[in-house]
Every structure is written in C-alpha cells, then in structure tokens.
C-alpha cells in the first residue's frame, strides 16, 4: 500500500489532525508520503518526517499562500499522476474536505469522508462510518484505486517517532479556473477573551436561546459555577457571539470536567467538539434533539424557568 | 442572473439503511433536504425583483422526488430539471457529481448553489467535486454573500474564523445553514408551484454514459451496517417544574459541583 497523506497547516504549523492521520498511515503501511501545499513552508517537511512520512513533497509557491482549495487540487492530481499512490487520506477539515471531493471528480476516484478508523482487511482497505447521526457505523470501501478518505476531526493522535525523511520539491501548475476565487481577508486566531479550552466548566448556548440577548441566562449560569461560556456554529454565524467560543467541527474540541448545553440540539459536527467532556448535561425542549442521545442527564423543558432557577441553586450551594 | 440550485431530495424521518440493498431506505415520506432550503432563500434574495433573473433547481432522484422539489417553487424558484433514471440509482460521489455538472452544463448558470450538508448522507463535499467537474471557481461555507458587478463576495466560516473570499461569476458556492432563515411557501406560492415548470431527464438527455452512473460509476461500496460502540448510561428527565434541583442533585452525586 503507497499512501499519500495531504497535511494541513496554519500560521507555521502542522495541524494535528492531519499529523494524526500521517501516523495512522504509517501503521497500516511502510510507504508513507505527505503532500505539504503553500508558501513558505518548506520547514515544515522535518515535522512531518517525525511524525512517520518516509518522504515529502513540498510544493511551495506564492499562488499557495492562501488556504483555498482548488489550486492544492491541481497539484495533488500532478503528483498523483506522477507518483501513483493507492490510497490519498486526509484529516477532515473546511479546506481539506473541498481538496478531497475535488481531486477524486478529477480522478474519478472514490471517496469516503467521515471515517472514524482505517483498518486493512486482507488487502483490502475498509473504513468505519457512523451514519444516521451515529446510530449506525457502516464498514465502508472502494472499488478502485485509488481510495481517498476523509478522516473525521480528532480522531487519531499524532505519534512521534521521529524519523526523518527525504524531501522533494514539486512543481506547481495551477489549471486557470483554480486561482479564481482570491483570497481577500483571511482569519487568524483570536486571542482576545479567556480560552475555552482550558475551562474546568463550560456552559454552552445554541439557537435554542431564541435571540442573543438570552445569551445572559447562560453567562450567569457560566459565573455561577466559575466556567466558560460557549456558543455553537449556528449562533457564532448568526452573529450572536463570537467565534473564538465555538465548539464543534469548525470551532474548538473541549473536553471539560462539566458541559452544560443550552438549548442545543447537538448536530453531529457540534458533538465532535464536545463528546469528550467528562460530564454532560442537556437542556432542550425538543425531546428529540440528538444531544439527549449522548448527554449523561437530559432535561426535556424550557430553558427560560430551568436555567435561572439553576443559577440561583448552583450561587445558594456555593454561598453555603 | 441565472441561478441553479442543486437540491436533494431526503427521507423525512424514522431513518435506516437498508440491509438487503445497503442504501438508505427511501420508501418512507419525501422532503427537500433542510439545508438546500437555505440555499434556495438565499437564489431568492439574490434574484430579488430582477425580473430577468431566473433561479432553477436540479435535483438527482427517482421520479416522485418532484413532490418535495415543488416546496422550492411555492418558495419562489421558477422551474425544475430532475434528472431521474433507474440506472443512476446507488451513485457515490464520483458518479452523482458526474450527472449533476452534466444537467449543470445545459444549464449554463452565472451562480450554482448548494446547502451545506444533505441530511441524509452526512456529505457535504458535492460542490467541490461538482465545481472541479465544471472548471469553475469555488468558495464552500459560506455564511454571508453578495453579488456585484459579476463579482462575488462570501465570507466563509474555517477552523480559524472567518476568510472573506471574492470570485467572478460563473462560479459554485456553498451556502451554510446560518445564511439565512428560509422563507416559509405562501398558500399563493403553493397554489402556483404546480403550474411552474417541471422537466424530467434521462441520463441518455445529457449524454451520461452508462458506466458513469449508478454503481456501474461508483467507486465506493459499503460492505456492512453495524452497530456504534456503546455509549455510556444517559438518562432523561421531563422537566414538571423540578429540573433545577434534578440537575443539582445530579451533579452533586457525580461530584461535578
């Protein structure tokens, strides 16, 4: 098996996701490659050498700079055609998910996205699926060469092993519709505010608050028990709060002692970012909302009479 | 402008997979997919009172699939292309982004618009497979959009916050279920919806081979359903009034207070 892994990176670093999945590789197989796409990045290659790349290829141009996905199609597919690999994995991210779907059209290559393990069956690669919002994991697969993946945000730890590996500069020649779309304002980390990461407590509202304005039910909550507030996707792109507290898929992976979720309703992508919290407790009208599937205690009622009444028992115990 | 929004069409509810055929179950109740209903709005808006702009849905499913499209044109959109055909039953990725840039190609659109996620599938890649098959430019999560002067302007929502992204039309965006509240069908816009144009094409009409589509132009298979790991005890409680002290009570007996 000849596996080619594509390795996200932001301000100078190597994500850990993708480093995850390099590992992963490297344990179903000698024959690891990594694809690291951008401007300036050709320090990274060492990184990726210890986390189990046998060799890299850095493909480092100005037209790279910006994280956007068409161009890293084009010079996937280049090196693709040059090289051959079997299999073409990736950490599941924003940018990721576009490179993946894009270079298996330009294949006409399968893909499976969401996949939470990679095993090798016989020779046969099969990945593990949950589907149906996770009430079913389906044994996936591929008919052809080669199989692209998309591996599901935090699901293998990157392991140094600390190799080295040999580098190899690749060409970049980008198809004209690829550097259409430009880059005019791109995020960086906001570091303004307390991380949510590091909180002991989070209490997290959704868009089952109704309006911004009921965000101060979960602040109070949040002080009252001396934790962190955070807000899911939907509220954080309605604009309600900011970004820099978003758990889920595109926001942070939290894993508090206590996760108190207000009025959310628990899609998948919001439970990846919070599924590792050592004790969940749900607050929702809607008894059917996914989050009571994977919360330890969940209260079908109105968070308007739950929520204050619980901030004033949690501030009376404390007083006490 | 000509708008085309590429819709699907999903199982309402009591979802399974089927275990003969390995496909989702699809026999139950029909709805649009709730996500493309915000890419539907969002044609809407931008189509606006441009009497000229023309927004149009394509869709890939079996023939009845027209029931649910027709909720976007009591919303507004103006026609229907679905492209329906035994033979593309069972298409992955590969094969259904195939026969939509093909339907996308007769169209000829300034904008292609899809939603965030089919809620059926989980997917939500097919505009990158379908944009790279179109040759046309592509921005994906998208929360805020305008449009001037063939210019596009999307603000997209990444691990790190929000870029700010412009293309030129033609172009193929992705819309995130945050850009906007989906306008609900008026009895007039029910009413009219029938009338409204509502075309059924083959994969023959668009010059799909028939080893392109179906599982004949697939290449991923599942080879078995099986059950998640067990996860740990939940239980559940209807709040009558005592939640407050359930949870308190909770928390205090596992020590998380």
Redesign the interface.
């Known amino acids: 098996m000849s596996t080619l892994v594509f390795l996200e990176h932001h301000e100078g670093e190597l994500q850990k996701d993708s480093l995850g999945v390099l590992g992963k590789a490297a344990l179903l197989g000698d024959d690891v490659s990594a694809l690291i796409a951008g401007s300036g990045v050709e320090g990274l290659a060492a990184q990726a050498g210890k986390y189990g790349a046998r060799k890299v290829y850095v493909a480092d141009d100005p037209a790279l700079e910006a994280p956007l996905p068409q161009p890293r199609v084009d010079v996937a597919a280049d090196l693709f055609r040059r090289q051959g690999f079997d299999t073409v994995l990736f950490g599941a991210t924003v940018l990721t998910a576009d490179v993946a779907a894009g270079l298996a059209a330009r294949l006409d290559a399968g893909l499976n996205w969401d996949l939470v393990d990679l095993a090798e069956d016989n020779g046969k690669l099969v990945g593990k699926r949950p589907a149906l919002d996770d009430t079913v994991y389906v044994e996936v697969g591929w008919k052809s060469e080669p199989r692209l993946a998309l591996i599901r945000t935090g699901t293998f730890e990157p392991v140094e092993s600390g190799g080295e590996a040999e580098v190899e500069q690749v060409a970049v020649e980008l198809e004209d519709f690829s550097t259409q779309a430009k880059m005019i304002e791109q995020a960086h980390e906001e570091s303004e505010g307390p991380s949510i990461e590091d909180a002991d407590v989070i209490v997290a509202g959704g868009r089952g608050l109704g309006g911004p304005e009921n965000f101060a039910l979960v602040e109070e909550l949040a002080k009252a028990l001396g934790g962190a507030v955070a807000a899911t996707r939907a509220v954080v792109d309605a604009g309600w709060y900011p970004y820099s507290t978003q758990v889920g898929q595109t926001g942070k992976t939290v894993a508090p002692r206590l996760y108190i979720a207000v009025g959310i309703s628990g899609a998948i992508q919001h439970k990846v970012g919070m599924q590792g919290s050592n004790v969940i407790v749900a607050i929702n009208k809607d008894p059917n909302a996914p989050i009571f599937e994977y919360a330890d205690l969940g209260v079908v009622g109105d968070l308007h009479e739950i929520v204050p009444k619980l901030t004033e028992l949690v501030r009376q115990r404390k007083a006490a | 402008m000509k708008i085309a929004v590429c819709a699907k069409v999903v199982p309402e509810q009591a979802?399974?997979?089927d275990p003969q055929t390995?496909r989702l179950d699809r026999s139950g109740e029909q709805v649009l997919n709730p996500f493309d209903a915000n890419a539907v709005e969002e044609a809407l808006r931008l189509k606006g009172n441009d009497a000229d702009a023309e927004v149009v849905l394509v869709s890939l499913g079996p023939e009845r699939s027209l029931d649910a499209l027709r909720k976007a044109l009591a919303m507004g959109a103006d026609r229907v292309v679905l492209v329906s055909d035994e033979a593309a039953a069972g298409s992955?990725?590969?094969a259904s982004?195939?026969a939509l840039a093909r339907a996308l190609d007769r169209e000829q659109a300034d904008l292609v618009l899809f939603g965030q996620q089919a809620n059926d599938?989980?997917?939500?890649?097919?505009?990158?497979?379908?944009?790279?098959?179109l040759?046309?430019?592509?921005?994906?999560?998208v929360?805020e959009l305008t449009v001037s002067d063939g210019t596009l302007?999307g603000k997209?929502?990444?691990?790190?916050?929000?870029?700010?992204?412009?293309?030129?039309l033609p172009?193929v965006v992705a819309v995130?279920?945050?850009?906007n509240e989906p306008r609900y069908p008026s009895l007039k816009g029910i009413m009219g919806a029938k009338k409204k144009p509502q075309e059924t094409v083959s994969l023959g009409d668009l010059g799909v081979e028939a080893d392109r589509a179906g599982e004949a132009g697939?290449?991923?298979?599942?080879?078995?359903?099986?059950?998640?790991?067990p996860?740990?005890?939940?239980?559940?409680?209807?709040?009558d009034?005592s939640?407050?002290?359930?949870?308190?009570e909770?928390?205090l007996e596992?020590k998380?207070?």
């Open positions: 979802r399974r997979i390995k992955d990725l590969v982004s195939y599938s989980d997917g939500a890649v097919m505009w990158a497979a379908v944009a790279d098959r040759r046309r430019p592509l921005i994906s999560q929360a302007r997209r929502q990444t691990e790190f916050g929000y870029d700010v992204i412009e293309a030129p172009a995130s279920d945050a850009i697939s290449r991923t298979e599942v080879y078995a359903i099986g059950h998640p790991p996860r740990g005890e939940t239980q559940r409680i209807d709040d009034g939640g407050a002290e359930k949870i308190v909770f928390l596992r998380a207070l």
